[in-house]
């Protein structure tokens, strides 16, 4: 339980001549407390700007730091070493901030200014509109369709690029550290994300045996940061808890502490929830991508974010009736339409006639599913079903019941038949007896 004093409304932080006024609570981490401020525009001082401000204050399980009457921090000696270890990594967080701000494509608050007071730190970040995950969860605000929950694991994933292309982790992805962006249409689902706190960040080009690093939230680190294998961190460790948020998202559930004995696709019901009125197809791609995604072993999981970016597109195009293409399939028809071209031709407007015409194909396949099957997905889901019988012996028992059906229909007919036209000296009529009444027709007959 966090017993952590926040600072009140109407607070005052000092940092030579600005001053911000806290305005409202946003978030809580390990190591930092995340407020809502103002301040007065300098030129015009009726007017406020709005922004973020990061407090340093770890949450102690002992509860040795405390709050003084005026708000400032107090750390018993006992509790330095602490207090140091996260102030430490508060720094080395605002560190990764300022360098990935430039490379962040918007899916990182801007780091405006560090500055200390109340004994402790406090970071200035750029504020927008929208709610902590977390806090919409909790107010019961939840996914109205699996291509919401698709879009916002998506960026979610591409706000991690920047992090793991400079070789660091976040170590913390989880409800409590995503922003949710005000959507820009009035009426549509947040899917826009922020990422916050980057106090755990961890540096792979630094990853010797003693530095530290923070283990995340239980029910979203993965195993490898459980077991304190230093050795197995790697792109995957962040994946593995994106993957813990898509399936709270899809389910409403936090991931099962004990669900090692099951594989993560054994816990979603492909005919409940979101995936309810969802292509087989989707639900197909949605269970490949928790099964990798959630993998105990670090080896069997995505190696990295584009190879999950790339499944996670798929689905998006089967929600959304698009064909997908991988770059693979589109370069190597490129490669096959430039080799059937003769030497020195041009003709460049027909082999984009070309692809434009497979892809307006597999659209309308694509828009035209066939129907979800029960069977279909019992015999996706246990092969065992349907290699249970060889592939020679159902060749010949389709061929005799073939066989059977076609001489069931020849008896029938010819049984039929024979009611018709009745044979036999009793039954026949006599030629003699007709031709006796001078050809008149016999009344036997």
């Given at each position: 339980?966090?017993?952590?004093?926040?600072?009140?409304?109407?607070?005052?932080?000092?940092?030579?001549?600005?001053?911000?006024?806290?305005?409202?609570?946003?978030?809580?981490?390990?190591?930092?407390?995340?407020?809502?401020?103002?301040?007065?525009?300098?030129?015009?001082?009726?007017?406020?700007h709005?922004?973020?401000?990061?407090?340093?204050?770890?949450?102690?399980?002992?509860?040795?730091?405390a709050?003084?009457?005026?708000?400032?921090?107090?750390?018993?000696?006992?509790?330095?070493?602490?207090?140091?270890?996260?102030?430490?990594?508060?720094?080395?967080?605002?560190?990764?901030?300022?360098?990935?701000?430039?490379?962040?494509?918007?899916?990182?608050?801007?780091?405006?200014?560090?500055?200390?007071?109340?004994?402790?730190?406090?970071?200035?970040?750029?504020?927008?509109?929208?709610?902590?995950?977390?806090?919409?969860?909790?107010?019961?605000?939840?996914?109205?369709?699996?291509?919401?929950?698709?879009?916002?694991?998506?960026?979610?994933?591409?706000?991690?690029?920047?992090?793991?292309?400079?070789?660091?982790?976040?170590?913390?992805?989880?409800?409590?550290?995503?922003?949710?962006?005000?959507?820009?249409?009035?009426?549509?689902?947040?899917?826009?994300?922020?990422?916050?706190?980057?106090?755990?960040?961890?540096?792979?080009?630094?990853s010797?045996?003693?530095?530290?690093?923070?283990?995340?939230?239980?029910?979203?680190?993965?195993?490898?940061?459980t077991?304190?294998?230093?050795?197995?961190?790697?792109?995957?460790?962040?994946?593995?808890?994106?993957?813990?948020?898509?399936?709270?998202?899809l389910?409403?559930?936090?991931?099962?502490?004990?669900r090692?004995?099951?594989?993560?696709?054994?816990?979603?019901?492909?005919?409940?929830?979101?995936?309810?009125?969802?292509?087989?197809?989707?639900?197909?791609?949605?269970?490949?991508?928790?099964?990798?995604?959630?993998?105990?072993?670090?080896?069997?999981?995505?190696?990295?974010?584009?190879?999950?970016?790339?499944?996670?597109?798929?689905l998006?195009?089967?929600?959304?009736?698009?064909?997908?293409?991988?770059?693979?399939?589109?370069?190597?028809?490129?490669?096959?339409?430039?080799?059937?071209?003769?030497?020195g031709?041009?003709?460049?407007?027909k082999?984009?006639?070309?692809?434009?015409?497979?892809?307006?194909?597999?659209?309308?396949?694509?828009?035209?599913?066939?129907?979800?099957?029960?069977?279909?997905?019992?015999?996706?889901?246990?092969?065992?079903?349907?290699?249970?019988?060889?592939?020679?012996?159902?060749?010949?028992?389709?061929?005799?019941v073939t066989?059977?059906?076609?001489?069931?229909?020849?008896?029938?007919?010819v049984?039929?038949?024979?009611?018709r036209?009745p044979?036999?000296?009793?039954?026949?009529?006599?030629?003699?007896?007709?031709?006796?009444?001078?050809?008149?027709?016999?009344?036997?007959?």
């Open positions: 339980m966090d017993h952590r004093i926040r600072l009140p409304k109407g607070s005052c932080l000092y940092c030579q001549g600005r001053v911000y006024i806290i305005e409202d609570y946003v978030s809580a981490g390990a190591n930092s407390i995340v407020y809502q401020a103002g301040y007065a525009d300098t030129l015009m001082p009726e007017h406020t709005t922004v973020l401000i990061k407090e340093l204050y770890p949450l102690d399980p002992l509860e040795r730091i709050r003084s009457p005026s708000m400032a921090l107090q750390i018993p000696p006992e509790a330095i070493d602490f207090f140091q270890y996260n102030k430490d990594s508060f720094l080395l967080g605002n560190q990764a901030h300022l360098e990935l701000s430039v490379d962040g494509n918007g899916y990182i608050a801007h780091n405006l200014d560090s500055f200390s007071w109340n004994n402790t730190l406090y970071t200035v970040l750029t504020a927008r509109k929208g709610e902590v995950l977390s806090k919409m969860l909790e107010q019961g605000m939840h996914f109205p369709t699996l291509t919401a929950v698709v879009q916002c694991t998506q960026n979610i994933l591409q706000a991690l690029l920047p992090f793991h292309s400079h070789e660091l982790l976040h170590l913390d992805i989880s409800p409590d550290n995503i922003f949710m962006l005000a959507p820009e249409t009035a009426g549509d689902f947040p899917t826009d994300v922020l990422l916050l706190d980057f106090n755990s960040v961890f540096s792979l080009k630094n010797d045996g003693e530095s530290p690093y923070y283990f995340g939230k239980t029910g979203y680190r993965a195993p490898e940061v077991l304190h294998r230093r050795e197995e961190l790697g792109p995957w460790t962040d994946i593995y808890s994106v993957c813990t948020v898509f399936y709270e998202l389910t409403g559930a936090q991931l099962p502490g004990d090692e004995l099951f594989k993560a696709s054994d816990l979603i019901n492909a005919y409940g929830g979101l995936l309810l009125h969802e292509k087989e197809r989707s639900a197909m791609l949605v269970s490949r991508i928790l099964d990798r995604g959630l993998a105990i072993l670090p080896e069997d999981r995505y190696p990295n974010v584009q190879a999950m970016l790339t499944d996670v597109r798929e998006l195009d089967t929600l959304n009736g698009r064909p997908h293409i991988t770059a693979e399939a589109a370069a190597a028809y490129m490669k096959m339409e430039s080799a059937n071209q003769p030497k031709s041009t003709n460049q407007p082999r984009s006639t070309n692809l434009a015409k497979h892809s307006a194909n597999l659209a309308k396949r694509a828009a035209n599913p066939p129907k979800r099957s029960a069977n279909l997905t019992k015999r996706v889901a246990n092969p065992q079903i349907r290699s249970g019988i060889p592939a020679v012996l159902r060749r010949y028992v389709k061929k005799y066989l059977l059906l076609l001489l069931a229909l020849f008896l029938a007919a049984s039929l038949l024979g009611k036209l044979i036999g000296s009793e039954k026949s009529c006599d030629r003699s007896k007709i031709m006796k009444a001078g050809g008149e027709k016999n009344e036997g007959c």
